[in-house]
């Protein structure tokens, strides 16, 4: 079983980066799908960033490209998500998802789809103040 442990979030001020991490376990980073998503409160959880193949397929948001960056360490079964110049709508728990299924499909909607993500992390607090 896949497990994921997100790691790097806290308090910051607008315009501040912020680097999340994210530990795979119990299974190899580079075979899955691996995305990060947002939750913030009272909103349903939305599609940040996913990372696919050999690591230079990318997908984003409209909401943070340009912002943030997400990329793999296939050594050390990690992916990142590097966040900068960071509004108070990122304000949000961030979680760390994996697609485990080893479905293939060349559509780039597919690594934007919540459901097509079978393991997640407990979340991480990223709060931005103005």
Known sequence: QVQL????????????????????????????????FRQGSGK??????????SGHNTYYSHLVEG?????????????????????????ALYYCAADTSGIYSTSDLYPRMLDRYDSWGQGTQVTVSS
Not at 5 to 20: P, T
């Open 5 to 36: 442990v997100e790691s790097g979030g806290g308090l910051v001020q607008a315009g501040d980066s912020l680097r999340l991490s994210c530990a795979v376990s119990g299974g190899t980073v580079s075979n899955y799908v691996m995305g990060w």
């Open 44 to 53: 349903e959880r939305e599609f940040v960033a996913a990372i696919r193949w």
């Open 67 to 91: 912002r943030f960056t997400i990329s793999r360490d296939d050594i050390a079964n990690m992916v990142y998500l590097q966040m900068n110049n960071l509004k108070p709508e990122d304000t």
